[in-house]
């Protein structure tokens, strides 16, 4: 997962019409699962898929600006990555910090609702990371869409394994563990393509 920063410049991937259709694929699934797991995450409760539904909007926010800055310049892609490094940064932050909030004032989730939905935004982000594994290589503006996807998928695999925890031990503590590692995966990807991005405005890939 480490492997980034070549020694040459990358192509402008304007004409890249296959990778295109899979932003576009990637936009509408992530925007439909934004709405769908918001609903759930505060009907039951759970801050993981509160989490979830507000990665999901990140997202589609970044899958968005990917395909605005695709047939731009390394510079201009390089400088939209920064802002999806932010984005992605900002999101670990604020999870963290609705964890602890939850730890301290909220109740138990309900774990059916917790699992219904984590299996079907799972099948939704395999689905895009297949779709984007083919292109997780080049700028950091690609590298940052297949690492939202990795993501994604790796956080709806703990959404099921926290529904599985609150069922079992009729307590919130499951779903809090994962809000919180998704937290840190967000933080570790935003590091990742902050890296590469400046690594590519000062010329040296």
């Given at each position: 997962?480490?492997?980034?920063?070549?020694?040459?410049?990358?192509?402008?991937?304007?004409?890249?019409?296959?990778?295109?259709?899979?932003?576009?694929?990637?936009?509408?699934?992530?925007?439909?699962?934004?709405?769908?797991?918001?609903?759930?995450?505060?009907?039951?409760?759970?801050?993981?898929?509160?989490?979830?539904?507000?990665?999901?909007?990140?997202?589609?926010?970044?899958?968005?600006?990917?395909?605005?800055?695709?047939?731009l310049s390394l510079t201009a892609r390089a400088r939209a990555?920064?802002?999806?490094?932010?984005?992605?940064?900002?999101?670990?932050?604020?999870?963290?910090?609705?964890?602890?909030?939850?730890?301290?004032?909220?109740?138990?989730?309900?774990?059916?609702?917790?699992?219904?939905?984590?299996?079907?935004?799972?099948?939704?982000?395999?689905?895009?990371?297949?779709?984007?594994?083919?292109?997780?290589?080049?700028?950091?503006?690609?590298?940052?869409?297949?690492?939202?996807?990795?993501?994604?998928?790796?956080?709806?695999?703990?959404?099921?394994?926290?529904?599985?925890?609150?069922?079992?031990?009729?307590?919130?503590?499951?779903?809090?563990?994962?809000?919180?590692?998704?937290?840190?995966?967000?933080?570790?990807?935003?590091?990742?393509?902050?890296?590469?991005?400046?690594?590519?405005?000062?010329?040296?890939?």
């Amino acid at each position: 997962m480490e492997h980034c920063c070549h020694s040459h410049p990358q192509p402008v991937p304007g004409n890249d019409r296959r990778y295109r259709r899979v932003l576009q694929l990637a936009l509408l699934g992530n925007a439909g699962m934004f709405l769908i797991e918001l609903l759930a995450g505060a009907a039951s409760g759970s801050v993981s898929l509160l989490a979830d539904s507000l990665d999901f909007f990140g997202d589609a926010a970044n899958y968005l600006l990917s395909l605005w800055v695709l047939g731009l310049s390394l510079t201009a892609r390089a400088r939209a990555s920064l802002v999806k490094a932010a984005s992605m940064g900002l999101f670990g932050v604020g999870v963290l910090g609705l964890a602890l909030w939850r730890s301290v004032y909220g109740g138990v989730p309900e774990a059916a609702t917790m699992g219904w939905v984590g299996a079907l935004a799972l099948l939704v982000n395999v689905g895009v990371a297949l779709l984007l594994y083919a292109h997780r290589d080049g700028d950091s503006n690609r590298r940052s869409a297949w690492l939202c996807s990795r993501n994604d998928a790796i956080g709806n695999l703990a959404v099921l394994l926290a529904a599985l925890g609150v069922f079992g031990s009729g307590r919130a503590w499951p779903d809090l563990v994962v809000a919180a590692i998704m937290a840190g995966l967000a933080v570790s990807a935003a590091w990742q393509v902050l890296r590469q991005a400046r690594q590519e405005l000062a010329g040296t890939v």
